[in-house]
């Protein structure tokens, strides 16, 4: 199983709602990732666990908080999102150690916070 | 932190044709170099990939071809055909102590005309 998945596949939000995306891998990968990509651009970097831990935060606002409950789940809890976080919001895993190596990528929520 | 610069934003060819991607980067300690491949509506997907140890690998039409003193690779996609049409990214991770941290370069939009 090389599939990474992701739900819900849309999500509309009001600017006061709280919602959560959902993220699973059965690879045995350790580490997993949550990404925006905004329309036409590349996805950038949120997040990242490593064993099941924070490891990496690249400055997201706290609107945004991340949850890695197992080695198998990631989530992102959204809380008082604006419209500009309106994006498709991809999951990834891969190997944690052994050199970089391939990310498995989700097919992504995408998100319309009205 | 990396910097990944990756042109032609779009390429537009005739199918048969041959298509070159190029990317540059900043890190000279990154030493793995994937292509993701990323069509409308989808998941990015891994196409090629390549280590620092090797200067050039080849997948049926795809290759990838390294020049680390330069600090740049490319991807050739030969013999187009109109389902090569897509959004192709080039990436360099950094390793940290578990798990990577991908940075994309901007895209590029490739489109195969019948």
């Known amino acids: 199983d090389t599939e990474v998945t992701q739900t819900p596949k849309h999500l509309v939000m009001g600017m006061t709602n709280k919602k959560s995306l959902k993220c699973e891998q059965h690879m045995g990968h350790r580490a997993m990732y949550w990404y925006k990509q905004k329309a036409k651009k590349p996805p950038e970097l949120m997040f990242v666990?490593?064993?099941?831990?924070?490891?990496i935060n690249e400055s997201v606002p706290s609107r945004f908080s991340p949850e890695c409950p197992n080695s198998s789940l990631l989530n992102l809890h959204l809380h008082a999102l604006q419209p500009e976080d309106s994006a498709l919001y991809l999951c990834a895993s891969s190997r944690a150690t052994g050199g970089p190596t391939e990310a498995f990528f989700g097919q992504g929520t995408r998100l319309t916070v009205v | 932190g990396e910097n990944v610069e990756q042109h032609p934003s779009t390429l537009s060819v005739q199918e048969g044709d041959s298509a070159v991607i190029k990317c540059t980067y900043s890190d000279s300690a990154s030493n793995y170099f994937p292509w993701y491949k990323q069509e409308l509506g989808k998941r990015p997907q891994l196409i090629i990939d390549?280590?620092?140890?090797?200067g050039e690998k080849k997948d049926q039409r795809i290759a990838v071809t390294l020049n680390k003193t330069a600090k740049h690779f490319s991807l050739h996609i030969t013999e187009t055909q109109p389902e090569d049409s897509a959004v192709y990214f080039c990436a360099a991770p950094q390793e940290y102590a578990a798990g990577n941290k991908l940075t994309f370069g901007g895209g590029t939009r490739v489109l195969v005309k019948p």
């Open positions: 390549i280590r620092s140890n090797v």
């Open positions: 666990y490593s064993y099941e831990k924070l490891s």
